[in-house]
């Protein structure tokens, strides 16, 4: 069971990037899916979640209005879309699967190995 995370690079400030997060081993199409970041020295954050219908989305109050979430079950297929991008923004980003949605790491069961996002000034 696994989820891979991708997407990640190297982007200038103000640029956009789009993560993608597939899943491999079982189906997580009814699962809630979410977004961490872990920047150097700091905890691992809530960025976005999505509800398993899609009826519901969620994101830190830093990210709202710059970052989507989104999905596709029929991939079983997670989205990213990060616009506006900031130096602060850099980190490794992580997508997670859980039977509920929610913004607390604990809440989510299931990880991907994470990919980094480097923004530039």
């Known amino acids: 069971v696994q989820l891979q995370a991708s997407g990640g690079g190297l982007v200038q400030a103000g640029g956009s990037l789009r993560l993608s997060c597939s899943a491999s081993?079982?189906?997580?199409?009814?699962?809630?899916r979410g977004w961490f970041r872990q920047a150097p020295g700091k905890e691992r954050e809530f960025v976005a979640a999505?509800?398993?219908?899609?009826?519901?989305?969620y994101y830190a109050d830093s990210m709202k209005g710059r970052f989507t979430i989104s999905r596709d079950n029929a991939k079983d297929t997670v989205y990213l879309q990060m616009n506006s991008l900031k130096p602060e923004d850099t980190a490794v980003y992580y997508c997670?699967?859980?039977?509920?949605?929610?913004?607390?790491?604990?809440?989510?069961?299931?990880w991907g190995q994470g990919t980094l996002v480097t923004v530039s000034s």
């Open positions: 997670a699967a859980a039977p509920h949605v929610g913004s607390s790491w604990s809440t989510y069961s299931y």
């Open positions: 081993g079982r189906t997580f199409s009814t699962y809630a």
């Open positions: 999505i509800s398993w219908s899609e009826s519901s989305t």
